[in-house]
């Protein structure tokens, strides 16, 4: 059993700051990438950010890039996602993803691509 769980949520202020982390456990797994995701009220979830897990590289949904830096800790086993400038748009929950296996050098940005997923963390940015 592979769980994610993921922290750091909470209410901030238009411009501020927040980082969120996603610790992974259970069983081991390998890792092609893992992602972070997010879902307003009302909204579908969308693509934010991917980490390929060997070498690091990563990629961004055009709203937030520039604003958001996603990374890694292999030692502690955590995702996490950097968050500055915030704006009431990024209101949202945010959910960590892990996809086991894909093809080198491709990133992954649907939902359907990820085999585990977090229960998710409450982002409010206030206005």
């Known amino acids: 059993q592979v769980q994610l769980v993921e922290s750091g949520g909470g209410l901030v202020q238009t411009g501020g700051s927040l980082r969120v982390s996603c610790a992974a456990s259970?069983?081991?797994?390998?890792?092609?990438?893992m992602a972070w995701f997010r879902q307003a009220p009302g909204k579908e979830r969308e693509f934010v950010a991917v980490?390929?897990?060997?070498?690091?590289?990563?990629d961004y949904a055009d709203s937030v890039k520039g604003r958001f830096t996603i990374s890694r800790d292999n030692a502690k086993n955590t995702l996490y996602l950097q968050m500055n400038s915030l704006k009431p748009e990024d209101t949202a929950v945010y959910y960590c993803?892990?996809?086991?296996?894909?093809?080198?050098?491709?990133?992954?940005?649907?939902?359907?691509?990820?085999?585990?997923w977090g229960q998710g963390t409450q982002v409010t940015v206030s206005s």
């Open positions: 259970g069983r081991t797994f390998s890792r092609h990438s």
């Open positions: 993803a892990a996809r086991s296996s894909g093809y080198r050098g491709t990133y992954y940005y649907s939902q359907s691509d990820y085999d585990y």
């Open positions: 980490i390929r897990w060997v070498g690091g590289t990563t």
